[in-house]
């Protein structure tokens, strides 16, 4: 198994282009990195000093609560396992803030934390949502260890945008937990996949990606066992929104003819 040492970690986000104090939305699978000096921690301390003390990490710490039929807990409700342990590592931080979405939730450390996580809608994707915030702010989207089609739920936002016939709007209502400890009726609009559409499709995002890499938006490091990349979150989404108006099936990928 190859070794990632803290300076490995720093010729990375370098090459990865991840600007000082920026802030930056990171979907990490770190086993991509094999060994990391000083494990979870060692990666996070990376991060921290390439971005300095003025720069503000935001991790997914999506929990899907309301489609489990669960309360959502703010400060206990633990991020789905597929989401990553980088992400619980950031969520339990003492100086974390955890947006209030009880399907997308997210985690913020750094001096923009607060205003970037405040949740203004009940929209997880598109106008109004959280993510309209870190497009608007210029967040740095990166992903370490996953693929255009696997990860980047950014993507999503920027199908909402474009209103793509393959996703619909979902309600989705439950009870929330505070972290004052009183409890609330509350719900999330999910853009959720339409799934007539998925009877012979799949998503496919790699052309995508590779439009994305040859126009400069997104940088990918061939590093470890997977490939990272970072994508700059305003040019990311004048991109796909165009493309997804010139056709809004070309992130799907057909099995058989188009439905």
């Known amino acids: 198994m190859i070794r990632t040492s ?8 370098k090459a ?5 104090s920026g802030t930056v939305m990171l979907h990490a699978a770190l086993f ?14 990376a991060l921290r000093k390439h971005l300095g003390e003025e720069g503000t990490i935001i991790v997914p710490t999506f929990c899907y609560s309301y489609r489990r039929n669960e309360i ?17 590592y950031v969520r339990k931080k003492i100086d974390s803030v955890r947006s209030l979405d009880p399907m997308f939730s997210m985690a913020a450390i750094g001096p923009m934390a607060s205003s970037l996580m405040e949740r203004k809608s009940k929209a997880s994707f598109g106008p109004d949502s959280i993510y309209e915030e870190l497009f608007n702010h210029d967040a740095i989207f ?14 999503i936002h920027l ?16 009870r929330s937990r505070l972290l004052d400890g009183s409890e609330c009726d509350d719900y999330a609009i999910h853009y959720a996949r339409n799934e007539d559409f998925f009877i012979n499709a ?6 995508m990606g590779a439009l994305l890499e040859s ?13 990272h990349m970072s994508l700059s979150g305003p040019a990311w989404q004048e991109i796909v929104v165009s493309e997804l108006k010139k056709d809004p099936f070309c992130m799907l990928q057909f099995n058989s003819i188009k439905i």
């Open 16 to 20: 990865l282009r991840i600007p000082v």
């Open 159 to 174: 199908e909402k945008l474009s209103d793509v016939p393959y996703r619909q709007d979902l309600v989705l209502r439950g």
């Open 202 to 207: 799949q998503t496919n995002r790699e052309s």
């Open 6 to 13: 803290q300076s490995d970690l720093s010729n990375l986000f």
């Open 215 to 227: 126009c400069g938006v997104s940088t990918e490091i061939n590093y470890g066992y997977s490939k």
């Open 32 to 45: 991509s990195l094999g060994l990391i000096e000083g494990g979870v921690k060692g990666f996070y301390d």
């Open 142 to 155: 990166i992903g370490i260890g996953i693929t255009y089609s696997t990860g980047l739920t950014g993507f």
């Open 72 to 88: 959502y807990d703010v400060e206990k409700t633990p991020s789905a396992k597929s989401i990553g342990i980088f992400s619980e």
